[in-house]
C-alpha cells in the first residue's frame, strides 16, 4: 500500500508561483518503477482532472492548459514528487492531487480512474 501526503497549496495572486510536494512511504525510484506518478486536480462540481504525470518510461506529460507553464519533476534526495507551477491563473485555483497507479497505456496518464493510490490534498487558491 502506498501512501502519499501532499504539501505546499496556499494562496498566491494571478501571475504568481507555487511548488507542490508529494511525499511517498517507499522508496520513490522503486515507485517510479512499477507505477505512473501524477498530479491531478479537481474543483467543486467537477471531476478530477489530470496535469502532470511521468509514464511508464518517465517522460512527463501534460495536460495542454498547463503546458509551457507547470513542471512536474521526481526529486531522489527528498523522495517526493514536485509540481513547479509558474505564472497561475485563477482556472489554476483548485484541490490539487498527487497519485500513483499501473497505467498499462501511456496514452492514459494523465486519466485518473487508472491510479490506485490518492493522497489526501492540497488547495490552491489563486486571486485575480
Not at 512511504?25 to 505512473?36: P, V
Not at 495542454?64 to 513542471?71: I, P, Y
Amino acid at each position: 500500500q502506498v501512501q502519499l501526503v501532499e504539501s505546499g497549496g496556499g494562496s498566491v495572486q494571478s501571475g504568481g508561483s507555487l511548488r507542490l510536494s508529494c511525499s511517498f512511504s517507499e522508496d520513490i525510484e522503486d515507485i517510479a518503477n512499477t507505477y505512473c506518478l501524477g498530479w491531478f486536480r479537481q474543483v467543486p462540481g467537477k471531476g478530477r482532472e489530470g496535469v502532470a504525470a511521468f509514464d511508464n518510461d518517465q517522460n512527463p506529460h501534460y495536460q495542454d492548459s498547463v503546458k509551457g507553464r507547470f513542471t512536474v519533476s521526481l526529486d531522489s534526495a527528498k523522495n517526493t514528487l514536485n509540481l513547479q507551477m509558474n505564472s497561475l491563473n485563477p482556472e489554476g485555483a483548485a484541490m490539487y492531487y498527487c497519485a500513483a497507479g499501473l497505467i498499462f497505456d501511456d496514452d492514459y496518464v494523465l486519466e485518473p480512474d487508472g491510479y490506485n493510490f490518492w493522497g489526501p490534498g492540497t488547495q490552491v487558491t489563486v486571486s485575480s
